[in-house]
């Protein structure tokens, strides 16, 4: 940059300057320096730059799996609402590991992030290194997305309560009790969703209804799921004739076991089962029978993450949305309804 700024005949503060924000300088500077950029296809190592700053303007991401394509669309707004704010992001995989979980916390903490936002893994498993996320937080703002770590820190999600109430309410209408099929519990939300069913039921006088299943620790749902199934196949069956899943990945595994073991899915008087499932993933319109679900809000998930995020490093920014003025925000679910239930 000292070259270039010499090359262009302006100091080197002022080309930084640019480089910060374009609109900060005159538009003669401005037309100046972009001309020698042309010219000479310099372009500044933001990288470098961050790491020389007090603070740097790289937030960091960790997601349990870097293939959820739920984690993919919370990704994809946050990266583009940090973009605009001015920050790089940097975005790490646990793969559901707490050690890989610990590595990238580490990795994040060398890089001088400004903030982090992270969907911690399961309860369980952050005992582990609680201790080490807890110091992180005191030292870098986090804003915990999908799943809460504890009671303290900042937490955007679901309101599972609610989207689980109201998919259960709405199968417990059809004529048979519907009978839940568990998720891993690889993050909180397993847990969440399986309370919120049994007191659903429970309200309509109903008594709840858990398929058995073989403990899994594994964010492959559709593999467990589709495997379980045809466990449960084999010895006869499923006890109601309609399936609520924990998420729509296991509803995709529940769906292929089925369909593959020449029974109908649907809610005609000809079908053996009915299927749905809880998230709406970006497949679950596609999939056959499409698939009945609750819908979380993805894009507002993200924005108010990073907006948390971003109003935690800069506390001159003011948001009218009443919600930020929580620790912990949940955002209600919409019914989906579609051919499978």
Known sequence: MEEFAKAVGLSRPTVSKYFQDASSVRVKVREKIEAGLAETGFRPNIFAVNLNRRRSKIIGLIFPSSLDSFYMGLRRQIEAEASAAGYLTFVFSSDGKAELEAEAIESLTALNVAGVIMAPVAIGKQKIHHDKIKALARNIPIVFIDAPFD??????????AQSMALITDYLTRLGDRPAYFDMPWVTTNGIERRTAYAATMERRGLEPLFIELEPADTWDFERTAFDQTNTILSRGGFPSKIILCANDRVAFGVLAAVNQAGLKVGIGPDCDLRVAGHDNQPFSDYIWPPLTTVSQNTTEMGRLAITLLLSKLDSSRVFE????????????????????A
């Open 151 to 160: 009671e303290e820190e900042a937490f955007i999600g679901t309101n599972n």
């Open 321 to 340: 949305d009443p919600r930020m003025q929580g620790h912990h925000i949940l955002l209600n679910a919409e019914l989906v309804l579609r051919a499978s």
